[in-house]
């Protein structure tokens, strides 16, 4: 009989409750404490989005799952799923070591997270292939699926959908515009020839064709509140020239995101949407993807098709 796969499904990571919401930011700093001010800032956009709940934790957790029910549907036996974070426990380290406890030793690499970039799935893939060649696993990585056929359809069915809803909600009358989203990353990554911006533009470019969206432009969100430059422009500032030129209605589809979480729940929902209404804008959002089962094929197939290098 095969040997079983181990799948290490990678994803951001959240606090576990409110008290630990300090050892999280500081291992999101690389071990340098927030400030007091920064903490306490933090802490309350958590509480805005569902009062002292995390999101993510469970959502993670719900697609580690799924991802595993559909690989079994796909392969009975063959794969077994364990999961990593980046920022909170089961750190990424853990999972490997977990995966080695098992007695795995060949295994597949995935992030929570379609689109590449140096600094965030390279920087999942590094840590996870570290402790793999420390304790002897053989390990291959899925490095990107932003252009996955059933990612796209998942999405583009999404704006669909929205564009319904925001036609219903503006009874029809107004001129729509669709702002692709995703996290922003400092600008130095440009120097690295990074391919995490053209991606994005794949992605949204792709979904737009197929939901026949004439007008789209793409904004990033949610850049780190450090000293250096981002990138841009941000989806305020986006929002205000919009204004400006009139449009009255957007439909903002966050698709470097693939779940419900603090920089969708507040950033999007609670800081653009009030922006929005300020500018005396419609704003909606496509749902995420959390656990639908197009997501899920994406991910058990994007795994499948990896772990041929393996076998
Ligand atoms: O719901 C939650 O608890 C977690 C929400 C969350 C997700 C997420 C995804 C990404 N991040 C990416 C890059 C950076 C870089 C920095 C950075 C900082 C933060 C902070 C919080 C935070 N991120 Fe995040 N990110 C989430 C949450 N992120 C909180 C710290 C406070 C702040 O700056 O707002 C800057 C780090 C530094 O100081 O050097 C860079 C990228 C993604 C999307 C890909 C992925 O999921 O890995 C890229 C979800």
Aim: charged share 25%; with cysteine.
């Amino acid at each position: 009989r095969a040997k079983r796969i181990g799948v290490l499904v990678m994803s951001y990571g959240t606090p576990e409750s409110m008290a630990d919401v300090e050892a999280y930011y500081t291992h999101i700093r690389r071990g340098s404490a927030p400030a007091p001010e920064q903490l306490a800032e933090l802490k309350e956009r958590y509480e805005a989005i569902v009062g002292g709940v995390f999101p993510l934790r469970e959502n993670t957790n719900g697609q580690v799952a799924g991802l595993q029910d559909k690989l079994e549907q796909l392969i009975a036996g063959r794969f077994v799923c364990y999961q990593g974070l980046k920022h909170a426990k089961p750190y990424i380290e853990d999972g490997v070591e977990q995966m080695a406890k098992d007695g795995i030793k060949q295994a597949v690499g995935i992030v929570l997270a379609p689109h590449y970039s140096a600094m965030s799935v390279g920087s999942y893939i590094k840590r996870a292939q570290e402790k793999a060649a420390e304790l002897g696993i053989e390990m291959t990585f899925v490095q990107q699926y932003h252009l996955h056929p059933k990612l796209l359809k998942a999405l583009t069915d999404r704006v669909v959908d929205g564009l319904k809803q925001l036609a219903a909600a503006t009874e029809g009358e107004e001129r729509v515009k669709v702002l692709f989203s995703a996290h922003s990353l400092p600008v130095r990554i440009r120097e690295l020839g990074d391919p995490y911006e053209e991606q994005l533009l794949e992605t949204s470019a792709a979904v737009a064709k197929a939901a026949k969206v004439q007008e789209w432009q793409f904004t990033w969100q949610s850049a780190g509140r450090t000293r250096e430059p981002w990138l841009g422009p941000d989806i305020l500032e986006t929002l205000q020239v919009l204004a400006e030129e009139g449009v009255k209605a957007v439909l903002v589809a966050p698709v470097g995101f693939v779940s419900d979480h603090l920089e969708v729940l507040y950033d999007l929902d609670i800081e653009a949407r009030a922006a929005a209404k300020e500018l005396d804008m419609t704003l909606e959002r496509i749902a995420m993807l959390n656990r639908d089962p197009l997501y899920m094929e994406t991910l058990a197939e994007s795994v499948i098709e990896a772990s041929v290098c393996v076998r």
